[in-house]
């Protein structure tokens, strides 16, 4: 009966070096998770002050694009397809797929520019207002 006790000891002690170990992995992890977390804050002042010195401005969003900007851009994707895009294809052509403020852009874009009959709606794709079937009367007027 001692040889149990005396196992159950070894497995207490082996248990309590390996709770031990584990809470340095786990100190030595977050500290650094914190010095990573620096080198981040550390290279992006770098990168804004980079952008200072040579008059550009610092990378906000790549795909963040003023509204007459967005529009220009609809514009020109729809121009490469003479048969129009969907709303899908637009997007994806644009880059702002999955990217939710820059599909509602796109979605707003082409509102305005349904509205102000520079495009229109036919079958589900959007075409260029003078490439539109308009004896057909198929355009969406707003």
């Known amino acids: 009966m001692s040889d149990d006790v005396m196992d159950q ?13 584990r809470a340095e992995l786990v100190a030595e992890q977050e500290a650094r998770a ?15 002050y980079d952008a200072v010195l040579n008059e550009r401005p610092a990378k906000v969003s790549e795909k963040r694009r003023n509204r007459r900007g967005m529009s220009d851009d609809v514009l020109s994707a729809l ?6 895009m ?9 880059g702002m797929k999955g990217d939710e403020s820059g599909e509602m852009a796109v979605s707003n874009a082409l509102s305005r520019l349904v509205r102000a009959g520079t495009i229109a709606r036919v079958d589900g794709r959007y075409v260029l207002n003078n490439a539109a079937p308009a004896e057909q009367g198929l355009f969406e007027t707003a």
């Not at 248990?15 to 170990?21: G, H, I, K």
């Not at 080198?39 to 002042?45: A, C, H, N, P, T």
């Not at 969907?86 to 644009?94: F, I, Q, V």
């Open 9 to 21: 000891d070894d497995f207490t002690q082996r248990r309590d070096r390996l709770r031990a170990r």
């Open 34 to 48: 914190l010095e990573i977390a620096g080198i981040d804050r550390q290279l992006k002042g770098l990168d804004a």
């Open 79 to 84: 121009r490469t397809g003479p048969e129009g």
């Open 86 to 94: 969907t709303r899908g294809e637009l997007l994806k052509e644009l």
